[in-house]
């Protein structure tokens, strides 16, 4: 599985390109603008990719500021986890806290849960329920090539913030760290919703967070 990063928007959040054998799937359309969902376009017509599915990691605002040109230019709606529900409902309230504006994604008709796997080319990416940072958080992990996209969970050095944002819970936060991406494995390449590319092994090594989780 090859995995194309971008960085969008005033939040600086990552969204993802993920493909193989020529299929896609797209994780967190953070683009803004329409020139930044142009670049994204290019690079999937550029290889020729069929894309699969529109993927979401959670539905906080500044990772579905472009989801709404995506699901026009694919003819399919995003799929996420059932609790993105209200978060989606209120998104514009949501954007207008944060000063910006945004036209929400229509809402999902197949919901991601736990165990759940998606199929694109030659590679089933499996889903994490990994809530804290929010109710609706997962991760899409690929064991064969060691690689996970994880959204807002695990940071280079830090962790999804907890604060200021609603129903988020720093207990179950630091457990989704410790009990689903830390036993991936340290090769595991970590892929977040900000931030530099990681690996669970320089994680467990630096991220203070991490190591503060584990003593407890
Ligand atoms: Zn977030
Ligand atoms: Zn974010």
Same mark, same amino acid.
């Given at each position: 599985?090859? +995995?194309?990063?971008? #960085?969008?928007?005033?939040?600086?959040?990552?969204?993802?390109?993920?493909?193989?054998?020529?299929? &896609?799937?797209?994780?967190?359309?953070?683009?803004?603008?329409?020139?930044?969902?142009?670049?994204?376009?290019?690079?999937?017509?550029?290889?020729?990719?069929?894309?699969?599915?529109?993927?979401?990691?959670?539905?906080?605002?500044?990772?579905?500021?472009?989801?709404?040109? %995506?699901?026009?230019?694919?003819?399919?709606?995003?799929? &996420?986890?059932?609790?993105? +529900? =209200?978060?989606?409902?209120? &998104?514009?309230?949501?954007?207008? &806290?944060?000063? +910006?504006?945004?036209?929400?994604?229509?809402? =999902?008709?197949?919901?991601?849960?736990?165990?759940?796997?998606? =199929?694109?080319?030659?590679?089933?990416?499996?889903?994490?329920?990994?809530?804290?940072?929010?109710?609706?958080?997962?991760?899409?992990?690929?064991?064969?090539?060691?690689?996970?996209?994880?959204?807002?969970?695990? %940071?280079?050095?830090?962790?999804?913030?907890?604060?200021?944002?609603?129903?988020?819970?720093?207990?179950?936060?630091?457990?989704?760290? #410790?009990?689903?991406?830390?036993?991936?494995?340290?090769?595991? #390449?970590?892929?977040?919703?900000?931030?530099?590319?990681?690996?669970?092994?320089?994680?467990?090594?630096?991220?203070? %967070? +991490?190591?503060?989780?584990?003593?407890?």
């Amino acid at each position: 599985m090859q +995995v194309e990063p971008f #960085t969008f928007n005033p939040f600086m959040t990552n969204c993802y390109l993920c493909h193989d054998q020529g299929e &896609a799937v797209l994780i967190d359309a953070s683009c803004d603008a329409e020139a930044e969902c142009a670049q994204v376009k290019e690079v999937i017509e550029e290889y020729g990719l069929d894309v699969r599915h529109l993927l979401l990691t959670h539905a906080h605002v500044d990772h579905i500021f472009g989801c709404r040109f %995506f699901e026009e230019q694919f003819g399919q709606r995003f799929k &996420a986890h059932e609790a993105a +529900v =209200p978060f989606i409902e209120r &998104a514009e309230e949501q954007a207008a &806290a944060f000063g +910006v504006e945004v036209d929400p994604p229509s809402m =999902p008709t197949t919901f991601l849960a736990e165990g759940d796997t998606i =199929p694109f080319g030659d590679v089933t990416l499996e889903v994490l329920y990994t809530p804290g940072h929010s109710p609706d958080s997962i991760s899409f992990v690929h064991r064969p090539s060691r690689q996970a996209i994880t959204g807002d969970v695990l %940071f280079q050095n830090s962790i999804g913030r907890t604060q200021g944002l609603p129903e988020t819970s720093r207990a179950q936060l630091l457990d989704a760290i #410790t009990e689903k991406l830390l036993p991936l494995g340290d090769d595991v #390449t970590i892929y977040p919703g900000h931030g530099p590319t990681t690996t669970i092994g320089q994680e467990r090594a630096q991220n203070p %967070f +991490v190591q503060e989780a584990l003593q407890q």
